[in-house]
């Protein structure tokens, strides 16, 4: 199957930006997500992202989409303690509305 | 407010035992999934579900089956669980229009010993 990757930990201060990175496989996806999880809890989405925008800006949320190298980044502006969660990557493929996901970068903000 | 919810957070099962996990969703969506979820590797699809009745497998179907009798009921089933299977399962249903976002129950931690 498909692989969607990113790096498993990423430790910002409080008050930083973050930015979580992400590679996807699938180049005909409609849709790619950011999920977020936070400790004892199921995913959430966060932001998605239309497969012919370049960026999408939502408050603190900037989501950029890199189509030829198949790049996709999240960054938190003025990274806050209640940020502190697994954030998930994903794209929409194999028909029937499916999405794979990528392996979950855990960002810890340090007070 | 939309939700899913899961029959158990926490299941201690023994080898060999025969094990129903439960999903319910109350928003009348077509499709459901159900996912394990383990350290470093992320999220994985075991089976899901289009439609009342309708199963397709994932990328890790083996050890598992499913049923969907009802639109908003999923059960995964551990047919004779094993210790590699201890891991968090987490159900998730969708619409077939718009975004496709998934919206996810809390999830079932699942012990084998």
């Not at chain 2, 995964?76 to 968090?88: D, G, H, K, P, R």
Request: with cysteine; glycine share 8%.
């Amino acid at each position: 199957g498909e692989d969607v990757e990113q790096s498993l930990f990423l430790s910002v201060r409080e008050g930083d930006s973050s930015v979580i990175n992400c590679t996807y496989t699938d180049s005909s996806s409609t849709y790619l997500y950011w999920y977020k999880q936070e400790p004892g809890a199921g995913l959430q989405l966060l932001t998605y992202i239309f497969s012919n925008m370049d960026m999408k800006q939502d408050q603190r949320l900037t989501v950029l989409l890199n189509k030829k190298d198949k790049h996709l980044s999240l960054r938190i502006a003025d990274t806050q303690t209640g940020d502190s969660a697994i954030y998930f990557c994903a794209e929409e493929s194999g028909g029937y509305q499916k999405v794979t996901f990528g392996t979950g970068t855990k960002l810890q903000v340090i007070p | 407010d939309v939700k899913v919810t899961q029959s158990s957070r926490y299941l201690v099962k023994r080898t060999g035992e025969k094990v129903f996990l439960e999903c319910v969703q109350d928003m009348d969506h077509e499709n459901m999934f159900w996912y394990r979820q383990d350290p470093g590797l992320g999220l994985r699809l075991i089976y899901f579900s289009y439609d009342v009745k309708m199963k397709e497998k994932g990328d890790i179907p083996e050890g598992y089956s499913v049923s969907r009798e009802k639109k908003e009921r999923f059960s995964l089933i551990l047919e004779s669980a094993s210790t590699n299977q201890t891991s968090m399962y987490l159900c998730a249903s969708s619409p077939r229009t718009g975004t496709y976002e998934q919206y996810f129950g809390p999830g079932t931690r699942l012990t084998v010993t």
